[in-house]
């Protein structure tokens, strides 16, 4: 069961990790390699926080702000 919980928690991850890059591709046109990177490394907090900010983010400077 634990394993399956892991599964669904990494699958859950990877879907806010995907939608989170898709909303700053259409909010800043493109993201770099390195911010993609970065954003792999991210907690589930972060990528959450950065979620709910992302109608103030207008750079990838306003996600490494966010990030860090």
Do not use: P
Request: glycine share 2%.
């Amino acid at each position: 069961c634990a394993n399956i919980r892991n599964i669904k928690s990494r699958y859950f991850e990877t879907g806010k990790l995907s939608t989170l890059e898709t909303l700053l591709k259409v909010k800043l046109g493109s993201i770099s390699r390195s911010l993609e990177e970065q954003l792999s490394n991210t907690s589930i907090e972060q990528l959450d926080e950065l979620t709910v900010n992302i109608l103030n983010i207008n750079s990838e400077e306003d996600v490494m702000k966010l990030l860090h």
